[in-house]
């Protein structure tokens, strides 16, 4: 199975298996956590400092708060694993 694989930070874009994903570092499902869950999604390059989890976990932000970007990265991650799975 491949996924759309995008960094919240940086905004760059891969198309990985969940094996490749976690061998280059990116924080994603199902290898770093569970599809569904906001928890960072960043590549390996990124920290987490400016994921949307960040936001809401450290900063205390309310949905309401957030950028218009952190809505579309909350409302694919709600929406996975088929917000990103790449058809065959």
């Known amino acids: 199975m491949l996924y ?18 976690y ?9 770093m956590t569970k599809f569904q869950v ?3 999604r960043t590549c390996g390059s990124c920290s987490i400092a400016g ?15 957030l950028s218009q970007q952190q809505r579309e990265t909350l409302h694919r ?3 996975e694993p088929d917000s990103i799975t790449v058809p065959n």
Do not use: F
């Open 4 to 21: 759309r694989h995008i960094c919240e930070v940086c905004n760059k874009e891969a198309i990985l298996s969940p094996d490749q994903a």
């Open 23 to 31: 061998n280059q570092g990116w924080d994603y499902p199902p290898r």
């Open 38 to 40: 906001v928890s960072p």
């Open 51 to 65: 994921s949307l989890w960040w936001a809401m976990t450290m900063e205390g932000k309310q949905i309401d708060d």
């Open 77 to 79: 991650i709600l929406n």
